[in-house]
């Protein structure tokens, strides 16, 4: 029974935020590109859900942590977070690279163009997202050198990854070329579930005791 279980979770885990997001990328009227900027979009696309998976990934999903041990429970945690934070990372280098392969803008153009243009919120909440992104990892990464008590930490980490999860998807929405009503809806559903976790895990149990 407890097999069974474990491959209920995790296969809901994946068709949530791996199956949902290529069925809307490939089901949606998107106009197409050449190959390399098509690829570039799904790799950003899944990256981006699989971090929001991270709230039903971690503790705050107890009954998933209850029936698999935290122990393992954190191992995926740390392995989405690490990796896809990397991929996300590159997501400023995705939109130049595609650059070198037309006669268009050029990379650098496009580069300053990238850091320099403040003309919307989208662009700046990305830009604030990506700092936070940047914390979240070097935090996490130096979390036993920071001389915090662990729960004072685990505190940081949820209100920063709240805030970059809400910085990001505004930015989604408002620049990303797949930002069509199923992508919002998607992305604004698994964002509101997230924020009910942290705010009832961080928030409502402390406002009880």
């Known amino acids: 029974m407890k097999t069974r279980s474990y491959i209920l979770k995790f296969s809901a885990l994946i068709i949530t935020f791996i199956a949902v997001p290529l069925f809307l990328y490939f089901s949606g009227n998107f106009p197409k590109r050449t190959t390399l900027m098509e690829t570039l979009s799904i790799v950003t696309i899944l990256a981006f859900s699989l971090l929001l998976s991270q709230f039903f990934t971690s503790r705050l999903n107890y009954k998933l942590m209850k029936q698999i041990r935290m ?13 896809f934070i990397s991929v996300m990372m590159l997501h400023p280098f995705f939109i130049i690279i ?8 050029t990379p650098s153009d496009a580069f300053v163009r990238l850091i320099t243009t403040y003309n919307t919120t989208g662009i700046i909440f990305g830009l604030i997202a ?11 990464f130096f979390r036993f050198k920071m001389n915090l008590h662990y729960r004072t ?16 998807t505004w930015h989604v929405i408002d620049m990303g070329r797949h930002g069509n009503s199923s992508f ?5 559903l698994v964002v509101a579930t997230g924020i009910y976790y942290v705010l009832r895990k961080y928030l409502f149990k402390t406002a009880k005791k």
């Open 71 to 83: 122990v393992n429970v954190l191992v995926i945690h740390k392995f989405i977070g690490y990796f």
């Open 98 to 105: 595609p650059k070198f392969f037309d006669n268009g803008v």
């Open 130 to 140: 990506y700092a936070i992104m940047l914390i979240l990892m070097v935090t996490a």
């Open 153 to 168: 930490w685990r505190r940081l980490h949820g209100y920063l990854t709240l805030l970059f999860v809400i910085t990001a």
């Open 184 to 188: 919002t809806l998607f992305y604004l």
